[in-house]
Structures are given as C-alpha cells and as structure tokens.
C-alpha cells in the first residue's frame, strides 16, 4: 500500500502531462492544417483549392469510416492487459491494410460515378494519389492508439503530429511544382511518413514474439462498433448538414 501511496502523485502528474501534450499536438495539428490551407490557396486559386479541400475531406472521412471501432476497442483490450502491445500493433497494422483498401476503393467508385458532378472533373490521376493515403492514415492512427493504451503519450504525440508536420513541409512545395496532384501526393508523402515513424516506433516483442490474434481483434469490433456506429453518424450528419 505505501508504494501505491508514493506512486500516485507521480503517476497523476505524468497523466497530466501526457493530456497536456497531446492537447499541444492538437492544436499545434490545427495551426499546421490551417498554415497548409492558405499556402495552397494562394499557390492553386480558388477553384484548385477547393478541389484539395475535397481530396483531403474524402481520405479523412474513408479513413473514419473504416475504423470499425478498431481503435477504441484496442485501447479498451490493452487497458485491461488482454492483449499484448506487439500483438495488438502487428494485429491492427495488418487489418488496416484491406480495411484502407476497401476504403480506398470506395472512394474511386464514388469518385468514378460523381465525377462530373460532386467533384468537378478533378484528374483522375489526383484522385488515385489521394485515395492511396487511406490504408496508410488507417494504419498509423491504429499504431498512436496502441501507443495511447500504454501510457507512451510522448509516441503517441509523436505519431499524431507527425502527419500535420509532414505536411506543411511537403504539400506546399509539391502543390507549387505539380499543382492539384502535387498536393494530393504531399498527402500522400505526409500519411507515408507517419506510418513509417509508427512502424518505428513500434512496441517491443513479448518473449514469445508478437503473432496475429484474430479474435482478439474481432473483440476490438465488438467492444468499438457501437460507439463507432454512434460517431460516424454524427460525423456523416456533421458533413452533410
């Protein structure tokens, strides 16, 4: 009892640390978006612009909707010490492959149906390059939200900024060189470096080494569906309001 006395102000000071600097990836993440947005505005014009603008909220909102609460149920196993930290990262990572594609692939076939009307006869070539980011953006949110469940809130906050960061280096330049599908393609770059830094960042293997756990990851879908359910009509009825 009095380790867990001594221990308690320690572990509630590093719990707040760790709020806190996720809170700062949060906004630091929003200042960077913001910082993209007028660079490729005043790099594009409007109408190119605009077409970016609907790249970008097509992959977030593809990447949402194949979560299938995947990564909330991680959380709640890993929390629980249900599932190991390697198995889980290797587990997710390979679900997020066919997860993103199918996701992916969705977004062509809308894209390939509404193509003169919703978006506009944006190049089919800009649209490939952006929807290829899916499987990636998946991957690495699975990958921060391992790292969440272990208390590592400096790799989280790693993973997490390193999409806003990477891109606010890399869309710019490339909108300027290539335009539309220049942009798209920092996208795509910025979704590559995260999950390569994710990958990286990795948890350490179990003594036995990590392996795919099947039904540990349909329990992540059972416990995460309902709350996923809930948020992603919020989020559909947020984008279509």
């Given amino acids: 009892m009095a380790d867990d006395g001594v221990n308690a102000p320690a572990a509630g000071r590093w719990l707040g640390t760790g709020a806190a600097l996720l809170v700062a990836v949060r906004v630091a993440a929003v200042l960077s ?15 190119l612009s605009g077409d970016y603008a609907l790249m ?9 909707l194949c979560g299938l609460g995947i990564d909330s149920g ?4 890993l929390s629980r010490r249900e599932w190991g930290a390697s198995s889980a990262f290797l587990t997710t990572q390979l679900a997020a492959a066919p997860l993103g594609a199918v996701g992916a692939g969705a977004g062509l076939g809308l894209y390939l149906i509404t193509r003169e009307d919703a978006f506009g006869g944006i190049d089919a070539a800009a649209a490939i390059v952006a929807l290829a980011s899916v499987p990636l953006s998946v991957g690495w949110l699975y990958a921060a939200q391992v790292a969440l469940a272990r208390g590592e809130y400096g790799r989280t906050a790693a993973i997490r900024a390193a999409f806003p960061a990477l891109s606010l280096v890399l869309v710019p330049p490339l909108a ?3 335009e539309l599908t220049g942009a798209v393609a920092g996208v795509l770059g910025a979704n590559a470096g995260a999950w390569i830094l994710a ?15 099947l039904d540990r990851l349909r329990a992540a879908v059972r416990f995460g569906i309902r709350p996923y359910l809930a948020n992603t009509l919020g989020f559909v009825i947020f984008r279509f309001d």
């Avoid at 990795?202 to 003594?207: I, M, T, V």
């Fill in 199 to 213: 990958v990286g960042l990795r948890p350490p293997s179990e003594p036995r080494g990590a392996r795919v756990d």
């Fill in 74 to 77: 991680v959380v709640w196993l």
């Fill in 56 to 64: 970008v909220a097509l992959v977030v909102a593809l990447t949402t």
């Fill in 176 to 178: 300027a060189a290539f």
């Fill in 33 to 47: 978006t913001a910082g993209v947005t007028v660079a490729v505005a005043r790099l594009l014009g409007p109408s």
